[in-house]
């Protein structure tokens, strides 16, 4: 990939000397700030500064490399603070893209995600994707500023026009609320919240602006406030669990392993194979970790709405299943539809997952990899008689498998198939790509692109929303500047979040944008000929955002037949900068889920 490697520039630049009302001053550890040196103590300087500069110095001891955000009155002395510390702000045109962001540059890197945002207006434009962070399980921390202690929502000047329940709101939407109450001890709260969040918590930090400007007494060689963050063992289960399961299976010819993202963060996918094959068992796994048995001749796909035609062949056969690491959501299971009704065994490390969405016949409460280990020590390997689901005729008919014999394509003069888009997306795509998807009706796309592995495939779903995708893909491309992030966005996603086109530009970034275009918000479309009412107002005349996107130094296409996108291929293969495909897709194609949804109902599409 020929991408640019410039590193985009830095809030007010970064400089070892630098002056103020004519004076030079030199920095320490990058910035020093509004300060006054005091003393020295034992050859350190020890100086009398703000808050939020020395706050900014404790994010800096973190290791973090990134913030992200928008910046307002209340945050602005920090936000400058956080950049001539060392650490580079990328701000978003949006606080939920700003949001979103850290939340995908913390999936994308496995590391904390920080996203600074205002007060009052600012916290409220942000809640869309506070509440998406708070469901995602990544490790982002959201710092906001906060109305100086002290202040009522009236005063001499007027009223607060910003006064907010932030913690009460934040609360609400699921968050982990701490806000720093004195000088003294914001840096110990900072901490605390920096713990929390990197446990796998969203976490909020609101940052009184009384306690910003206070002023400290800091020698920058003292070390930070420790960061406590708890060592989590890998729980196995109960042995009577584990002989239940072995029982299960061991009555069971032809068994499926479903694989979950919670399997592959456990790191299960070695043990899994080999469970598979003392079992002879077919493994699929969930979207969410789609490809981690990639290249196994034994699996078979995506499990629900997103499986092919093969998979459901031996689905239909099985006649028991084991659950690794997976919730069983109405994703996974077709609204029920594509499980059979065959015993079930599922195991995971959170007890509340097993039986959330569907039965379970053996339940087993472990960590994935441990308790796969269990079963391998108590299940003998079989013979290949008895293993009917792993033959040659098997592998044959997987490996010779084309998603593109499951349908027949619906092209019309101006649009195309999204799945046969999709399916030649997989072909032209950069190999080393992370997808990241926005929802809408195109989510039908997902089972024709591949990737890598789990870890370059993102849904952005957990709030059953539009509009997280692009802030998500963003941080993702900022956390993985050496691969190709590509956003899967429908129209209707893609103009809530336009305004980021400047972002990835301004942010050398690393991204092709797909916008999958019906001219429709699609899932109410078929929504609405599900329950037989008129369509209209779902509908939209046809923008063309080729030319929008150009407008922002993109190299766009429109894409209405497959030879538009052959011809655009050479660039999508090598991006040298960042790519829009205006993709005109046949509005009439429902994803498979809509279907399920309507048989679900009781409804028609």
């Known amino acids: ?99 979103s962001m850290a939340e995908g540059y913390a ?20 809640l869309h994707a506070a509440v998406y962070a708070a469901r995602t399980g990544s490790r982002v ?39 720093a109450t004195s000088a003294a001890g914001a840096r110990t709260t900072l901490a605390d919240a920096a713990g929390l969040a990197m446990q796998g918590n969203a976490v909020a930090l609101l940052l009184p602006t009384s306690i910003q400007l206070a002023k400290l007494e800091w020698d920058d060689a003292d070390p930070a406030p420790s960061v406590v963050v708890p060592e989590t063992q890998a729980e196995s289960a109960r042995p009577e669990a584990v002989q239940s399961a072995v029982d299960c299976l061991g009555r069971s010819r032809r068994p499926l392993i479903i694989a979950g993202l919670g399997a592959h963060r456990a790191g299960a996918r070695d043990v899994l194979e080999q469970l598979a094959d003392r079992l002879g068992a077919l493994i ?20 629900g ?59 087993l409460v472990g960590d994935a990899k441990e308790v796969c280990q269990q079963l391998m020590t108590l299940l003998p390997t079989r013979p290949p008689e008895d293993k009917p689901f792993h033959t040659p005729e098997t592998r044959q008919r997987i490996a010779e498998f084309d998603p593109a014999g499951d349908f027949q394509a619906a092209h019309t003069a101006r649009t195309i198939d999204p799945r046969s888009l999709g399916i030649a997306l997989d072909r032209i795509l950069p190999e080393q790509r992370n997808l990241v998807y926005d929802a809408g009706n195109f989510l039908g796309i997902v089972p024709y692109i591949t990737v890598p592995g789990p870890d370059q495939f993102k849904f952005t779903t957990n709030f059953a929303s539009i509009g997280l995708g692009f802030g998500t893909a963003l941080g993702v491309a900022r956390a993985r500047s050496d691969s190709t992030t590509v956003l899967i966005v429908g129209d209707g996603g893609f103009l809530m979040t336009i305004s980021e086109l ?8 690393p991204l092709i944008i797909v916008v999958m275009n019906d001219c429709a918000y699609g899932a109410e479309l078929h929504f609405l000929k599900m329950h037989q009412r008129p369509v209209e107002t779902s509908l939209f005349p046809d923008v063309d955002f080729a030319p929008i996107a150009e407008g922002f130094a993109f190299e766009a296409f429109t894409i209405r037949t497959m030879d538009d996108l052959e011809q655009a291929a050479p660039s999508i293969r090598s991006p040298e900068g960042p790519i829009l495909l205006d993709c005109k897709i046949n509005a009439d194609i429902a994803g498979s889920f809509m279907s399920e949804l309507a048989a679900f109902e009781g409804g028609e599409d």
Not at 12 to 31: A, E, F, L, M, P
Not at 152 to 161: C, E, K, R, V
Not at 294 to 299: K, L, S
Not at 502 to 509: I, Q, S, Y
Request: no cysteine; charged share 15%; aromatic share 10%.
């Open 502 to 509: 400047e972002t990835v530009v301004r942010e050398d970034l």
């Open 141 to 179: 921390l959201i710092i906001y500023g906060d109305a100086a202690f002290g202040t009522s929502s009236t005063n001499a000047l007027g009223p607060d026009y910003k006064a907010f329940n932030a913690l009460g709101v934040l609360t609400a939407a699921g968050l982990q609320v701490l806000r």
């Open 107 to 126: 999936y994308a890197s496995g590391s904390l995600g920080i996203a600074v945002v205002g007060r009052g207006p600012a916290t409220a434009n942000g």
């Open 284 to 303: 699929l796994t969930t979207a969410r970790a789609r490809e981690m048995f990639r290249g196994h001749p034994y699996q078979i796909g995506i499990i």
């Open 1 to 99: 990939m020929q991408w640019s490697t410039r590193h985009p520039r830095s809030l007010t630049g970064r400089w070892d000397h630098w002056s103020v009302d004519g004076q030079s001053k030199k920095s320490i550890g990058g910035y020093q700030g509004e300060g006054d040196m005091d003393t020295v103590n034992g050859g350190h300087a020890v100086r009398t500064v703000p808050v939020y500069e020395v706050l900014a110095a404790d994010i800096k001891s973190l290791g973090v490399e990134a913030v992200f955000g928008l910046m307002s009155d209340d945050t602005a002395l920090f936000v400058t603070a956080l950049d001539m510390a060392g650490i580079t702000f990328h701000g978003g045109r949006h606080e939920n893209a700003a949001i």
């Open 305 to 363: 709405s997103f499986t092919h035609s093969v998979g459901r062949r031996y689905i239909d056969q099985a006649d028991s299943i084991i659950v690794f690491g997976a919730s069983l959501n109405f994703w996974t299971t077709s609204f029920g539809a594509a499980i059979p009704a065959v015993p079930l065994i599922q195991v995971d490390s959170e007890r509340t997952h097993i039986g959330q969405w569907y039965s379970a016949d053996v339940a």
